[in-house]
């Protein structure tokens, strides 16, 4: 048994939503195959706040232009020029009305309050975070006519000579176990939650590893993909990874379990030694590097330390700190040698030299005579309690993907455009993302080439 | 660790909610909250209150149940606002009247109904209870005005003072970081928030009920409901005036204002309750309070009750059931009154004052 739609896309995010919804708008008709539960549709999405548009102008909710220019100077440099410049700039020259399409689409803004991030010129805000836009999205495509089905795991896809033809599915959906389409958007995420994959490159540390989406980011239609002939993009071996506390979920703890203390105070592994320079860079960049550092660290932990002056420099966080009025009874408490806690602080104390501390600019707070150095922001570890965050690395998402052009078309090994696959958002971001991150350019990659991808899908199967 | 197990949830709750702050945009709440690294008692209740359980943050929530972190606020706010009546009741030797609400709003209102049916049967002939009574004066030949006056005085009085003290003990416990004197702009301010029911609307598209499709029903419906009470508070109030100081006695004809205004408040006392009623029944009770089913309904009754035997009386007062309905109106009336400080009517006062410390706290935030 088969059915056949105009354009089926495999995945639930905000880049499948907005291909189906561009599709259906096209004039396709269109079913969604999520192979989440309903309530963890929609994979990375549901824990985004934030999409990153160029814009020419203030607007309500952005507080001051951002340029094309600009958009592609940072693309640029956070991805150390692994971005693909035609792709890229022509994702920021569409980003512009994204802003507005995504609101036609029932996805509310809301003024950067402040406090939170501090990205009120370049982000835009959804007003309830990404469940809520996801929530606008889906009922968008609903009443539109646009076919959903949770639970419903691809188990294989049929494509001949680059050209898709169906999908089987692990349990029948509307009873049927084939779905036949003209077109296929795929956009159903990375493998991040595959610890099996992961380990491929990482081998057992990836036990360690915890993972910030949900549990059905898997990779499957990816693997699937380049398994039957799809051109691969972006470094397989490597995935954003940011330090969370370690006591965290395995999975699904989202963003509330992050830590951005570091800067405040030092890092040390479960040797109680100091591994890396805590002040070399302000954020965003801090903040995306320690994920990596902490992996390279044995059993993959590691334990920020401060003291009770600096508690309310950050957010509040979801897990206390765990405290000791002295260095050995919070070593006791962390299962560290106390000595050599001791010793490190110690040191760490005695080179310190005096300065100015603002930690909103690459301050004159710094160590002398001690490896690694912190170059900003040193201050003494003095004032009990004293205080520690345990850290493992908290994987959000890999950069591996399906290479496409410029219609979000997939390219075949050896360059050829697939006749009827398309890709968006996180499977195919590593076309324009090859490494780094910048705040809200995931969603920026998922709505515009989910966008296209559905416009370009329901024009083939049109014709 | 807090006084009782709900307020602990709300502190984990809150916890959990102050690391994220993806819903700051959506409401009050989520703004106060964020003024704060810890929650007090205080705190607690005072976010329990401001929170008009639209139900956006629940839909909005990646981490509401299933999820492990299990976050429902709208629900653990419901039950928390319930228990701080209680908490905050006067005298708090009544305290207890907020557990099983339903029961004891029934029993008074059925007791005072039946009261005033059995003082107009006991102090009026049968031929004047039930004879057809037209023209200025006609309620007082079954009831004197002044009889009437005292009374009703003395249960509104009653209740005024309930409310007062209460609130007054709520204010006070809310009062940190900033003090117990309310300036006349966050007031002004709050007033305005109450009366367009600002913080009803899910951030802008409406109350979340049955499903995940967001309405304005229950803002419409509670609209209804609130400016039907105050008309029907205004109709009694002018015809107070034009007794004392127009010497013009009630019965008043149809287009006369008293007549007006408590027409259109009772047809709003009708439709708010039964929208009221409806949207809770069909309600996700992942969402709800349910154990106080009793204490909603029972609210929701009485006004029901006050609006239809206000207006029955209003169609009727000139044929022999205006004595018996005229009795039970009273008697609607009287129950509603006393029980006031002791029922969901607390809501409203609570509420206000979260909003007045939320418009002081805005203020003194930004430094005006």
């Not at chain 1, 991040?192 to 540390?205: C, D, M, S, T, V």
């Not at chain 1, 780094?436 to 049109?462: D, L, P, Q, W």
Request: glycine share 10%.
């Amino acid at each position: 048994m088969s059915s056949k739609y105009d354009v089926l896309v495999i995945g639930g995010g905000n880049a499948a939503l907005c291909a189906a919804i561009s599709a259906r708008r096209g004039g396709a008709s269109v079913l969604v195959l999520e192979g989440a539960p309903k309530f963890y549709r929609g994979g990375n999405t549901r824990h985004t706040r934030n999409m990153r548009c160029a814009h020419d102008a203030a607007t309500e909710i952005l507080t001051g232009p951002y340029t094309e220019e600009e958009f592609w100077e940072d693309l640029l440099r956070v991805t150390g020029g692994e971005t693909d410049e035609v792709l890229a700039r022509h994702m920021i020259r569409e980003s512009k009305d994204i802003l507005n399409w995504i609101v036609e689409q029932g996805v509310r803004w809301q003024p950067s309050l402040g406090g939170t991030l501090s990205l009120g010129r370049t982000n835009s805000f959804f007003l309830g975070g990404g469940r809520a836009m996801l929530n606008a999205l889906y009922l968008t495509a609903e009443r539109l006519g646009v076919a959903v089905e949770y639970d419903a795991e691809v188990a294989d896809l049929a494509i001949e000579d680059g050209m898709f033809l169906a999908a089987r599915l692990e349990r029948p959906v509307r009873g049927e176990t084939e779905i036949r389409a003209t077109s296929l958007v795929a956009a159903a995420g990375g493998f991040e939650a595959n610890i099996e994959w992961l380990k491929q490159y990482w081998g057992e540390a990836a036990d360690n590893f915890l993972i910030r989406g949900t549990p059905y980011n898997r990779g499957s239609i990816l693997k699937m993909l380049l398994d039957k002939g799809v051109q691969e993009v972006g470094d397989p071996t490597q995935c954003h990874a940011v330090a969370i506390d370690a006591r965290a979920p395995k999975f699904d703890g989202g963003i509330i379990t992050r830590h951005d203390s570091v800067v405040f105070g030092i890092v040390v592994n479960k040797h109680a030694q100091r591994f890396y320079d805590e002040g070399e860079d302000i954020w965003p960049k801090r903040y995306a590097i320690w994920g990596r550092l902490v992996a390279a660290q044995p059993d993959q932990i590691a334990y920020i330390i401060f003291d009770s002056t600096v508690v309310t420099s950050f957010m509040p966080t979801l897990f206390p700190p765990i405290a000791g009025q002295t260095v050995a009874e919070l070593a006791g408490k962390l299962e560290l040698d106390p000595a050599a806690l001791e010793k490190t602080i110690t040191e760490f104390n005695a080179a310190v030299r005096p300065g100015t501390f603002d930690h909103t600019i690459l301050d004159d707070c710094r160590t002398e005579g001690i490896t690694p150095p912190k170059t900003h922001w040193a201050r003494r570890i003095e004032t009990p309690p004293y205080l520690a965050y345990p850290v493992r690395p908290g994987i959000t998402f890999t950069y591996l993907g399906t290479r496409v052009n410029k219609e979000a078309r997939m390219l075949m090994k050896g360059g050829k455009p697939s006749a009827n696959m398309f890709a968006a958002g996180e499977i195919m971001a590593g076309n324009v993302l090859g490494k780094g991150y910048a705040a809200g350019m995931g969603m920026t990659i998922g709505s515009v080439f989910g966008r296209i991808a559905g416009r370009e899908a329901a024009k083939h199967a049109r014709n | 660790m807090h006084g009782t197990r709900i307020l602990d949830e709300a502190d984990r709750l809150m916890t959990v909610c102050n690391s994220c702050r993806y819903c700051e945009g959506l409401c009050a709440v989520f703004p106060a909250m964020e003024m704060r690294r810890a929650f007090s008692d205080g705190d607690l209740n005072y976010l329990a209150n401001l929170c008009h359980s639209c139900g956006a943050c629940y839909v909005d929530c990646q981490f509401s149940p299933p999820h492990e972190f299990d976050v429902n606020v709208p629900k653990t706010l419901a039950v928390a606002r319930a228990e701080s009546y209680a908490a905050y009741a006067w005298p708090q030797a009544l305290s207890g009247a907020f557990a099983r609400n339903g029961l004891v709003i029934s029993i008074i209102a059925a007791l005072s109904m039946a009261a005033f049916i059995l003082g107009f049967a006991a102090l009026n002939d049968r031929s004047v209870l039930f004879g057809v009574h037209t023209g200025p004066g006609a309620f007082y030949k079954l009831m004197p005005h002044n009889a009437m006056a005292v009374l009703f005085s003395a249960a509104f009085l009653y209740a005024i003072l309930a409310l007062v003290m209460s609130m007054r003990a709520f204010w006070r416990d809310i009062g940190a970081p900033i003090g117990n004197r309310a300036d006349s702009g966050s007031i002004f301010q709050a007033i305005r928030d109450a009366g367009e029911l600002r913080y009803l609307h899910g951030g802008g598209v409406g109350c979340y009920n049955e499903d995940d499709k967001p309405t304005d029903r229950r803002k419409l419906y509670h609209h209804l409901t609130f400016y039907g009470f105050i008309l029907c508070f205004a109709a009694t109030s002018v015809a107070t005036l034009y007794h004392y100081l127009l010497a013009r006695e009630a019965p008043y004809p149809w287009w006369d204002l008293p007549v007006v205004l408590g027409t259109l408040g009772g047809i709003g006392l009708i439709i708010g309750p039964i929208g009221l009623f409806t949207a809770k029944m069909r309600r996700d009770p992942a969402l709800l309070d349910e154990s106080r089913y009793g204490m909603d309904v029972g609210f929701i009754a009485m006004l029901f009750l006050t609006g239809v035997t206000g207006m029955l009386l209003l169609i009727l007062r000139e044929t022999a059931a205006m004595g018996p309905l005229l009795a039970l109106h009273l008697g609607a009336v009287f129950a509603l009154f006393i029980t006031m400080p002791y029922g969901k009517f607390v809501h409203g006062i609570y509420r206000f004052a979260a909003l007045v410390r939320y418009a002081q706290e805005r203020r003194s935030e930004g430094g005006t």
